[in-house]
């Protein structure tokens, strides 16, 4: 069940590639378009992050590191914001 929901999840995050917003703004030379990214998975230990951290993982984020090794939502990528973005290099460091 927890691995279908996310599943889904990334299936969704997938499907956007690319959004284009131009509603809202002033006048600039180009609209603001978003991209998603999914990074394809790495192996990675549960048990050792659990005795690591002390902590037990929930479900819901064993599952979705298991099949991606990181996400990018709504990068902005005509004026270069960031947007949100979870993966490997930050959990490493």
Do not use: H
């Not at 002390?54 to 990018?72: A, F, H, K």
């Amino acid at each position: 069940m927890r691995n279908e929901r996310i599943r889904q999840l990334i299936s969704q995050i997938q499907a956007i590639k690319e959004v284009v917003d131009s509603t809202d703004q002033p006048p600039l030379p180009k609209p603001f378009i978003y991209r998603c990214a999914v990074r394809p998975p790495v192996p990675w230990s549960e048990s050792d992050v659990e005795k690591s951290l002390q902590v037990t993982l929930p479900d819901d984020l064993i599952s979705l590191w298991n099949q991606t090794s990181g996400l990018r939502l709504y990068e902005e990528i005509s004026y270069g914001a960031q947007g949100a973005e979870f993966g490997e290099e930050y959990i490493a460091q």
